[in-house]
């Protein structure tokens, strides 16, 4: 895979994955949320292999610079990019977790269709992110902080709600929600985290006439890390890809 760091007007984007000399064939477009593990969603590379895909973190998550995690930055600074590299193509994006708020917040006309994967759209409920995150303040470093307040309103003092409900407002394409099937509520002991889409999230996703819910049963917020969240999501993917290819 290419890796590529692209400066832009909103600050520089650090991209991977592969271009594919083709311009009549559709592209795909990932972003992967907060702290990720090293190589997330490089998969997705190898799920399309005739197709360009680019593969592109949060600025500021491992070791990519950026100036702050302004999430609705980050989506301008993305259609840059998307100009830049994926000229004259048809765009499917795939947004995961906090990815998937940057991914709604783009507004590059050759975006056809979105899949998100685990979005949230208020912080206030997300208990697991209060309580994991909290506890590990203390002896964070200084961008982790940056990143757990900006993103999620969680500081020492407590949690700030972070209110992304804007962004169903401004939808423009279809979007295709996956989410996992391990509810929220109430807050309780669980082994791993559960879905991070409350129930409000998710009623406001069923209601949208723009967007199809799905659901992944037996998983929580980890849904790309499982085998059957990852091939329902590669499946709808496809279905969105399949009818823009060229033979």
Same mark, same amino acid.
């Given at each position: 895979?290419?890796?590529?760091?692209?400066?832009?007007?909103?600050?520089?984007?650090?991209?991977?994955?592969?271009?594919?000399? @083709?311009?009549?064939?559709?592209?795909?477009?990932?972003?992967? /949320?907060?702290?990720?593990?090293?190589?997330?969603?490089?998969?997705?590379?190898?799920?399309?292999?005739?197709?360009?895909?680019?593969?592109?973190?949060?600025?500021?998550?491992?070791?990519?610079?950026?100036?702050?995690?302004?999430?609705?930055?980050?989506? @301008?600074? +993305?259609?840059?990019?998307?100009?830049?590299? +994926?000229?004259?193509?048809?765009?499917?994006?795939?947004?995961?977790?906090?990815?998937?708020?940057?991914? +709604?917040?783009?507004?590059?006309?050759?975006?056809?269709?979105?899949?998100?994967?685990?979005?949230?759209? @208020?912080?206030?409920?997300?208990?697991? *992110?209060?309580?994991?995150?909290?506890?590990?303040?203390?002896?964070?470093?200084?961008?982790?902080?940056?990143?757990?307040?900006?993103?999620?309103?969680?500081? *020492?003092?407590?949690?700030?709600?972070?209110?992304?409900?804007?962004?169903?407002? /401004?939808?423009?394409?279809?979007?295709?929600?996956?989410?996992? $099937?391990?509810?929220?509520?109430?807050?309780?002991?669980?082994?791993?985290?559960?879905?991070?889409?409350?129930?409000?999230?998710?009623?406001?996703?069923?209601?949208?006439?723009?967007?199809?819910?799905?659901?992944?049963?037996?998983?929580?917020?980890?849904?790309?890390?499982?085998?059957? $969240?990852?091939?329902?999501?590669?499946?709808? +993917?496809?279905?969105?890809?399949?009818?823009?290819?060229?033979?």
């Amino acid at each position: 895979m290419k890796h590529l760091s692209l400066p832009t007007s909103h600050g520089p984007i650090h991209v991977v994955g592969r271009l594919m000399a @083709r311009a009549d064939n559709p592209a795909v477009v990932a972003v992967s /949320g907060a702290f990720p593990p090293p190589d997330f969603l490089h998969d997705v590379v190898d799920w399309f292999s005739k197709l360009s895909i680019v593969v592109a973190p949060i600025p500021g998550m491992h070791g990519t610079r950026t100036l702050d995690f302004d999430l609705a930055r980050v989506s @301008r600074a +993305l259609d840059e990019a998307i100009q830049t590299l +994926l000229p004259n193509r048809r765009i499917v994006t795939l947004g995961v977790s906090a990815g998937a708020l940057v991914t +709604l917040g783009l507004r590059h006309p050759a975006i056809v269709h979105q899949v998100v994967v685990e979005p949230f759209f @208020r912080t206030a409920p997300l208990w697991p *992110v209060r309580q994991d995150f909290g506890a590990a303040l203390a002896d964070a470093e200084a961008g982790w902080k940056q990143a757990a307040d900006e993103i999620f309103g969680v500081t *020492v003092e407590g949690l700030r709600d972070r209110d992304y409900r804007p962004l169903l407002d /401004g939808l423009t394409v279809p979007v295709d929600a996956v989410l996992g $099937g391990v509810p929220l509520e109430p807050e309780r002991r669980l082994p791993h985290w559960p879905s991070l889409t409350s129930v409000e999230d998710r009623a406001a996703l069923a209601a949208h006439p723009r967007v199809s819910v799905h659901h992944v049963a037996d998983v929580g917020h980890n849904v790309m890390s499982t085998a059957q $969240g990852a091939a329902a999501t590669k499946a709808l +993917l496809a279905a969105q890809l399949r009818p823009l290819a060229r033979p």
